[in-house]
């Protein structure tokens, strides 16, 4: 059947038309190209040959997606991994800050703990015991007083120039009358190291009696 068209009108191609076309022109395409392809070919590789151009479109699209959204989680990873490496060194500075008020504040402590003492022969005894207690050395405040009492009257620059040991060099000093050997063996650290000062010169004494009486307590003479 042959078709006519109306004179003074043109042909028009509706969109469904140019569809058409298009879709009966890629199948004849398709056709084509299966047409080419050798006899003993798989037929794996006819579908490849069948629409390459379709394929290529629908693996860059997904390989677009792929790749934003590789990108989007190492992004959240980075971004998590920076508040975790933040939040470490921020509890790590919160840590530090708070051994350091703490170290502070023992210190504060331990020094609120020492008391003051009189420089004076009251003093000079009470200071003593409380040195040799943290160090373990026995004596009673009595004991003390009563030796240093016998021994140098009080008197922190005492030193005997005629007995025994004057004649050999090594003249006893201070409130308990201690030579240098004796003092220098028994000296306690954290106290001076000096013959004449009161307390060094009484806990070095009580050291030494301790060691060789069992306490200053036991002494009674000279020792």
């Given amino acids: ?41 798989a037929e794996s590789e006819t579908v490849v040959a069948a629409a390459p151009v ?8 997904a390989q ?6 590789h990108l989007t989680a190492q992004q ?7 508040k975790t490496a933040n939040d470490a060194a ?15 504040a023992a210190a504060s402590r331990s020094a609120a703990r ?16 409380f040195i040799m207690k943290k160090e373990g050395i026995p004596g009673t405040y009595a004991g003390i007083h009563r030796n240093i009492m016998r021994e140098s009257s009080g008197n922190p620059k005492a030193i005997n120039n005629w007995d025994i040991n004057a004649q050999n060099g090594i003249p ?25 000062d009161p307390v060094a010169n009484i806990v070095a004494a009580c050291n030494y009696a301790a060691d060789r009486y069992g306490s200053m307590d036991n002494v009674n003479s000279a020792y």
């Fill in 172 to 196: 006893s000093k201070g409130l308990l009358q201690v030579i240098a050997p004796t003092f220098k063996t028994y000296h306690i650290k954290g106290t001076k190291f000096d013959q004449y």
């Fill in 114 to 129: 020492t008391p003051v003492f009189a420089n004076n022969l009251d003093g000079w005894i009470k200071e003593a015991l």
């Fill in 54 to 61: 379709a394929w290529t479109k629908v693996v860059d699209g």
């Fill in 76 to 82: 959240v990873v980075a971004t998590k991994q920076a």
């Fill in 90 to 104: 921020k509890a790590k500075a919160e840590a530090d800050a708070k051994k350091d008020r703490e170290q502070k």
């Fill in 64 to 69: 677009s997606k792929v790749v934003q959204d």
């Fill in 1 to 41: 059947m042959t078709e006519t068209s109306t004179p003074g009108h043109s042909r028009r191609l509706t969109k469904a038309h140019k569809l058409s076309f298009a879709g009966v022109a890629t199948l004849g395409a398709a056709a084509l190209a299966f047409s080419l392809v050798p006899a003993g070919a």
